[in-house]
Nanobody, 120 residues
């Protein structure tokens, strides 16, 4: 089993919504800070959002997705989510989930990625 596994990607029209999920098989999941990254075609990978360990009360989202994307976690389900609303064509890319024990932004473990395609 892989440590992290993303799901929920797909194709959506601009203005639509998607909710990405990242299921973790990590032990002591609550001790890991979590993050979402994305890589658009022809672009460098960028950090989208982070959430701190534990109850995850401290969150940060990139300015490019502020007020549109929300990161959250459910430690009982060992899952982190990325709710994406008002999607734009520029949001198209491969979205990766990552976990970090002591490094920040989290980057110790990576998922395989899930494709998000937003069409006009």
């Amino acid at each position: 089993q892989v440590p992290l596994s993303e799901s929920g990607g797909g194709s959506v029209q601009a203005g639509g919504s998607l909710r990405l999920s990242c299921a973790a098989s990590l032990t002591s999941f609550s001790m890991y800070a979590m993050a979402w990254y994305r890589q658009a075609p022809g672009m460098q990978r960028e950090l989208v959002a982070t959430i701190t360990k534990g109850s995850g009360t401290n969150v940060n989202v990139a300015d490019s997705v502020k007020d549109r994307f929300t990161i959250s976690r459910d430690n009982a389900k060992k899952t982190v989510y990325l709710q994406m609303n008002s999607l734009k064509v520029e949001d198209t890319g491969v979205y990766y989930c990552a976990a970090g024990w002591a490094v920040f932004p989290p980057s110790d473990y990576w998922g395989q990625g899930t494709q998000v395609t937003v069409s006009a």
